[in-house]
């Protein structure tokens, strides 16, 4: 059988990727919706074979506990009501998909996973890229050290938009706008997975913020034995890359993470690739549904989504205070 997913939150991410990425899952299917916005209900109900019955408004969702056709509730709002709808989603008994950044603080990130485990449902989060086959190829050479120990890296992820952000939340800091929270969640989550281990501490930050957000953040992180990473994120200058550096050689990726596909590369000469492009989400939406089915492991569980978040809170205080922050 298939889980019955409903999307809160319709906007762009929602409409133009996750979606679209559902008409080609095995696993899973779009069922219902959960909206504030009642002028998107009929061409979403038309378009997706919606029934009247699955359809949501935020005042009326925690209705959803007395229906038995939707299984999952994936909140893709603004970053600050993630707490919120995934706490509502998980009281209704639904399984909880999280969009990345998780949560604001690491309190909000895990009340969200108290919510899902007092509810007895399962949480992950949307970390696409633990679902792309060429990421995939580079964390195993990571895992296997495959160019020795690890000595350094480097961890991009940028994308040239307005400056500044005129978005009406990407330009609120209280709901989650910023680079930092929006990309550089992708570096912090990079170093993870490239590096295998997580960080000890924040050695220094700095944050370019030219109005209420930051457009830039650049940070040092360390990791155990002393290992020293460095990140880069912004909203107003591309860049795209997470290099490993080993004992005897490298491992890249560049871009690493475009929704037209990850291309990698080692100092062996190795290339992981072709770029796969657009099946990202959709190998996510399948790998967490056969999770829910199997009731195995999920690749992007709550707790590296609050653990993600505990580094940004770091780095921003980091980047106030001028100093080291232990994580
Ligand atoms: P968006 O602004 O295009 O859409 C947000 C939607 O949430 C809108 O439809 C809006 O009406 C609704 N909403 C619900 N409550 C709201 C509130 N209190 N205030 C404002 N809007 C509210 O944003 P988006 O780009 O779709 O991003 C949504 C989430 O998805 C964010 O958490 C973002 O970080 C994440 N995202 C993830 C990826 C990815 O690659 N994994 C890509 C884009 C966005």
Redesign the pocket.
Known sequence: RKLNVALL??????KG?IAPSLQFTRHCQLAGII???PEKIPEWQAKHDIPDENVYS?DNMDELADNPNIDVVYV????A??KEFAVRAAKAGKHVWC???MAMTVEDSQAIIDACNENNVRLSI?Y?MLHEPNTQDFIALSKEKAFGAFTAATSLAGYAGSDPPT???RGQRA??GGALY?MGVYTVNGLRYGLQMAPVAVVKAMQHRPTEVDVTTEYTLEFPGGLLAEGKTSVVTNYNQLRIEGENGWHEMQPMQP?GGVKGLTSAGTVLGPPIDGKQQTLQMDDDALAIMNNTPVLAPGEMGRDDIAVIRAIIESAETGKRVVL
């Open positions: 939150g319709l906007g762009s991410y929602a990727q909206t504030g916005s935020y893709i709002t603004p970053t009501t993630h969009e990345k950044p949307g696409r978005d009406y939340w709901m989650g929006d929704y």
